[in-house]
């Protein structure tokens, strides 16, 4: 999914979405934007994608879970940012029927999706300035 670098001069900054609050069943854009201009050979940024869920139950707090199986039509992929760009692009679509990975309940919108675009450095540079982490809210299709 992921080409490990080197030691890449960039890093993920900003993930921006259009449009911002994409509905259930709807085409949107995950743009990452990086610190400027990748130099040399193109980078690739991994991902990793997950649900804000919050159970409103005493002693409860908010919690990232897995998007599971049956939650996008069309998956978001790692972007692959070419030399001399300063951001990439995947696109994605959730499921107007989109079920919870956890009890395959239906979702219900608005749902928060929560994506996290990183760099993979070999060897690990043991920071969190190599990733960067965008949420949205998609609401009812």
């Known amino acids: 999914m992921n080409n490990p670098q080197n030691s890449p001069e960039t890093l993920p900054v900003k993930i921006e979405f259009d449009p911002p609050n994409p509905k259930a069943g709807e085409e949107f854009k995950i743009i990452v934007i990086l ?9 690739t940024l991994g991902f990793e994608k997950q649900r804000f869920k919050f159970i409103p139950e005493p ?4 919690t990232l879970r897995p998007t599971g199986m049956n939650y996008f039509y069309l998956n978001p992929s790692g972007i692959t940012v070419e030399a001399g760009k300063d951001r990439g692009e995947s696109k994605a679509t959730v499921k107007p029927d989109a079920k919870d990975a956890d009890t395959d309940d239906p979702i219900l919108f608005p749902d928060n999706l929560v994506l996290t675009y990183f760099i993979s450095r070999v060897p690990s540079s043991g920071t969190t300035d190599d990733y960067c982490i965008g949420i949205v809210k998609i609401g009812k299709p």
């Open 59 to 62: 002693g409860e707090f908010p």
């Open 35 to 43: 610190d400027g201009p990748v130099k040399g050979q193109p980078i």
